[in-house]
């Protein structure tokens, strides 16, 4: 059985863990965002639609089978990158005005 000290310190040490994991997915999740917005533009500038249902049909399937061979919870996958999705036809629609 541990001590309540070493509990103490491996929780610590775990939650450094998290929050430099939550700080690489702010920032991948920036980077995202920037070619999105160059998407955007490009679709304004080209009348093209804000939303492609096709290929979000195809990013969500491809998403949930990363997902499965990473051990995380599909529906979880789906619904991160239905946020995601959702934020970006937002952005896509704000662009073209």
């Known amino acids: 059985m541990t001590k309540?000290?070493?509990a103490l310190a491996e929780l610590e040490e775990i939650r450094s863990s998290i929050d430099n994991i939550d700080a690489a997915l702010?920032?991948?999740l920036a980077e995202r965002f920037k070619c999105t917005k160059?998407?955007?533009r490009l679709k304004a500038d080209h009348d093209l639609p804000p939303a492609d249902p096709e290929r979000e049909a195809r990013q969500?399937?491809?998403l949930?089978?990363?997902a499965h061979d990473a051990d995380l919870d599909p529906a979880f996958a789906e619904k991160f990158l239905n946020f995601i999705i959702g934020e970006v036809i937002r952005h896509h629609e704000a662009i073209r005005g």
């Open 64 to 66: 949930r089978e990363l």
């Open 60 to 62: 969500i399937a491809r």
């Open 38 to 40: 160059r998407v955007g």
């Open 4 to 6: 309540p000290d070493d």
């Open 26 to 28: 702010v920032h991948l």
